[in-house]
Structures are given as C-alpha cells and as structure tokens.
Nanobody, 128 residues
Framework: QVQLVESGGGLVQAGGSLRLSCAAS????????MGWFRQAPGKEREFVAA????????FYADSVKGRFTISRDPAKNTVYLQMNSLKPEDTAVYYC?????????????????????WGQGTQVTVSS
C-alpha cells in the first residue's frame, strides 16, 4: 500500500507557473506508475498527465501538452507536475494517483479507474 500527499497548489495569475509535488510513502515507489488528474467544480475528474514506472514514458492531455511536464524522482519517492503558462481554465483540485504494476516498466495509465491509490488533492486557482 502507498500513501500519497500532494503539495504546491495555490493562487497564481494567468501566465504564471506552479510546481506540484506528490510524496509517496513506502519503499515500493518504483513499483508504481503515477498520474495527475484534476477536478473542477461541477465537473468530472479528468486526466492531466501520466508517467511510467521507469520515468521513460510520459503522456499528456491535449489541453496541457506543451505547458505541463510530469517527472519523478525515485530518490525522493516524489512525482512532480511543473505547470507553466497557466490559464484560468486550469483552475481545479489536482490529484496525484498511483497504479501498482508488476513488470510493464514503460506502461502509463490515463483513466481514473486504472489507479489504485489517490492523494487528498491540492487546489490550484488561476486568476485572469
């Protein structure tokens, strides 16, 4: 089992940047593919970015491609989401998620139902 704790959210003006962090507990961080999702008020949770166990494969939603970057640091058991050129429509609660895998080092998951563990979320608000 793994516990996930997000941090780094806040209020930023349009065009600004934020870096979200997701710290994972336990010694099996390398066994998990990781993802970031977001949920705006009144909307369903949506995929933002994913990274494989190895860190060598990443995938992004079209809405954030070229602006957001997902990465992971195995030494710190942490996954990051660097968000640049933020827009008001990026405003949401951002969630970190983990999917346990045996093998499949390059696999990444994009659907909510594929993930096993979730963090509590961190609020990102982008003002216009």
């Amino acid at each position: 089992q793994v516990q996930l704790v997000e941090s780094g959210g806040g209020l930023v003006q349009a065009g600004g940047s934020l870096r979200l962090s997701c710290a994972a507990s336990g010694r099996t961080f390398a066994s998990y593919a990781m993802g970031w999702f977001r949920q705006a008020p009144g909307k369903e949770r949506e995929f933002v970015a994913a990274i494989s166990k190895s860190g060598g494969s990443t995938f992004y939603a079209d809405s954030v491609k070229g602006r957001f970057t997902i990465s992971r640091d195995p030494a710190k058991n942490t996954v990051y989401l660097q968000m640049n050129s933020l827009k008001p429509e990026d405003t949401a609660v951002y969630y970190c998620a983990a999917k346990g895998l045996i093998g499949y080092s390059t696999y990444y998951a994009t659907r909510v139902t594929e993930y096993d563990y979730w963090g509590q979320g961190t609020q990102v608000t982008v003002s216009s």
